[in-house]
């Protein structure tokens, strides 16, 4: 089978190594890709939201499957324009995408199935939203934009001016444009948070390794939100009774909301979770693989993920029987200086071989996330650089392995953090 993986990050990476360890895969191609990536598959510049062009380079090079990985894609629809004219693809159509896409869809959808989540209220007006806050009068509160946001639509707002920051940011000045014209007011939640990524056919549903996410830039979780500083497979607070409820109580439920919805999800569903004394309960869904969490999931997958793919594409996933390795995984974010804010581009990396990887390392996987490639050196292109991944028979050693790693690779100005997986529980 001829792949072509759509995206350019880490995720993407970790998601085209895995398929190139099928023996079922032909060629592979990423589109746009990056400059690690073009050292496991051949990739081309056609960018993750042009649906033509993604559509004419699958013509032209007769791909046999089409995997979408980010989240704008598969809201705007990439899925249905391909499978339209007869290509099978890994991921919802953009009816099934809103559940991450829009909050206000998700929140409603899990109100009217009693999924367990954040008490909430949609506001379309700022002084609205205001007004009651400050009735409410309960501090910390959550504000999150409506539509996708880059991971940076959620303020945790200590008091009522910040919320009233907040509200001015999204609804007034529009920072993420049309993202805010709506808004989520909710409870804050506490607990260990936990990630579960699920494959689904909308029949069947099957959890994977459980994960967790840094979001924060800095140590201590302090500082801006991220796309992800680094994780950590399994999550140690994920215990087995929790596992239990939540596939009672949250992942069979969702994938029958969705269907009852007339909005069947076939591909990857992301459940963002906290353990709340009240017990699991939902922070989000995404529509799509998480980006480290893809990393440290992935390698732990034994199944071919080939024979994964196509039967969620076929609606047969009850025939795969999937296996998970005992091993442990750690993710290190290394990434521009200035991230999440500005940072420059086109620094030189030292220290990766002619693949991007590691010299005699051969147990550390590097996923180039944002690196380009120019006659034969690394050069950083991008927010997050690169995810220095390792697997180890517990969590210790994996973590150990990658930081490892992370010391053996420099660029100027390089930022990372050094307390993945040292969260207290
Ligand atoms: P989201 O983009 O929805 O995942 O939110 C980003 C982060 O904000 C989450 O990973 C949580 O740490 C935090 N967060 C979101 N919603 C809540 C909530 N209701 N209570 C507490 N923390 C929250
Ligand atoms: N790492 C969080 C996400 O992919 O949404």
Known sequence: MDILVIGGGG???AIVRKLKESPKVGKLYCTPGNGGISRDAECAPVGAMDKDGVLAFAKEHKVDFVFVAPDDPLAAGMVDHLEAVGFKCFGPNAKAAEIESSK???KNLMKKYGIPTAAYEVFTEQGAALDYIKEQGKYPVVIKADGLALGKGVVIAQDAGEAEKALQSM???????????????????????VTVLAFTDGETLYPMASSMDHKQAYDGDKGPNTGGMGTISPNPAYTPEAEKRCMEEIFLPTMKAMNAEGRRFKGCLY???MLTPDGPKVIEYNSRFGDPEAQVVLPRLETDLVDIITAVAEERLS???MKWSDKACACVVMASGGYPGSYPKGIEIEGL????????KPEVTVYHAGTKLENGKFYTNGGRVLGLTALGADLEEALQKAYEAVGQVRFEGAMFRKDIGRRKL
């Not at 808004?183 to 260990?192: D, I, K, N, R, Y």
């Not at 071989?353 to 005699?360: F, L, T």
């Open 11 to 13: 995720r993407e990476h």
């Open 104 to 106: 206000v869809f998700s």
């Open 171 to 193: 609804m007034g000045e529009k920072i993420f444009g049309e993202s805010g014209s709506r808004v989520v007011v909710e409870e804050f939640l506490t607990g260990p948070e």
């Open 271 to 273: 459940f963002g979770l």
């Open 319 to 321: 025939e795969v029987e």
């Open 353 to 360: 071989d002619a693949d991007g990887q590691i010299p005699g």
